[in-house]
């Protein structure tokens, strides 16, 4: 089934683009954070891996898991928090150091834990894509609850095995959250206790997996199953900036470091191209701005 066409007329102007690694088909890349030295630190997904790439584009395993892993964010230069599904299928968190598990707690409360972003020093958040939900984990308290549920978060349909709340970022004080089978871009004030205020609708017909920003507060999206990254602009108005032919097939996610934003993919695997489902790449873009840090205050 063909999909909708909602980036007919878009703008299209394409940044400069760099294949730094190729990896085999049927490799679904899902997420990824850069360490201050420039280490990529990206799951893999079905594999249950956290793979890295350094600054010379040579590839090593950081830790293997018995499951699946999918969401990740950096807590120190060699420390991470990540979520997946264990063997059993049970949802679970996870604090690894050195490559070694150092904490993991099972949440049966949860359904598809996704994208995870920090809200302050000591806050994480991560998007619950089937319950339509964003879970808070405290790493002193090294607990998880439920921060927000609403239906800006959640799936219109059910039965759509697209993800609702996928990825999420904080830029000022506003949380932004990607929910893919909406076709939503979701805006969330924050007050001075980093608690949720009312969601709003930010842009319309955007099928955004995990996205990033620049210190001007312009939003790279990536759209998986488009096969494309997208430029949006405070005002909302959306730019393509790459393309199948830039590598960014089955594109998952986007990290900064420097002036380079860094994308990763699946090769189609979600939603294969007329040629079959292409090897996995890891693709850099040249943007000429630098990205904001994860905890800007705009």
Not at 74 to 93: H, M, Q, T, Y
Request: hydrophobic residues 40%; proline residues 7%.
């Amino acid at each position: 089934m063909a999909l909708p066409d909602i980036y007919a007329g878009t703008p299209v102007a394409i940044a400069p683009s760099q294949t730094l690694v190729t990896l085999p088909v049927n490799t679904f890349l899902e997420n990824l954070a850069i360490a201050p030295t420039g280490k990529l630190l990206i799951t893999s997904h079905e594999a249950g891996e956290i793979i890295t790439l350094d600054r010379e584009n040579n590839l090593g395993l950081y830790a293997k898991l018995e499951g699946k892993v999918t969401g990740i964010a950096l807590i120190e230069e060699d420390s991470l928090l990540i979520n997946g599904w264990n063997a059993e299928s049970v949802p679970f968190v996870a604090i690894l150091a050195d490559g070694e598990v150092q904490f993991l707690q099972t949440l049966p409360g949860a359904l598809f834990l996704n994208g995870i972003t920090p809200i302050s020093a000591n806050q994480y958040l991560m998007a619950d894509s089937y319950r339509g939900a964003i879970w808070s984990f405290d790493l002193i308290t090294q607990t998880a609850n439920i921060w927000l549920e609403h239906p800006l978060l959640a799936r219109a349909d059910s039965n759509n095995p697209f993800p609702g709340a996928n990825g999420l970022k904080r830029f000022g004080d506003v949380l932004y959250v990607s929910n893919t089978e909406q076709k939503r871009l979701v805006r969330i004030p924050l007050d001075d206790n980093h608690t949720p205020q009312e969601p709003e609708i930010f842009v319309e017909g955007t099928n955004l997996d995990d996205f990033a920003f620049d210190i001007h507060g312009n939003l790279y999206g990536t759209t998986h199953v488009y096969n494309s990254v997208v430029r949006i602009e405070p005002d909302g108005n959306t730019t393509i900036i790459a393309e199948a032919e830039q590598g960014v097939t089955g594109c998952t996610a986007v990290a900064f470091y420097g002036t380079g934003l860094y994308v990763v993919n699946n090769g189609g695997m979600s939603y294969p191209p007329p040629g079959g489902v292409e090897p996995a790449q890891i693709v850099r873009l040249e943007l000429g701005v630098e990205g904001a840090p994860l905890l800007s205050k705009g």
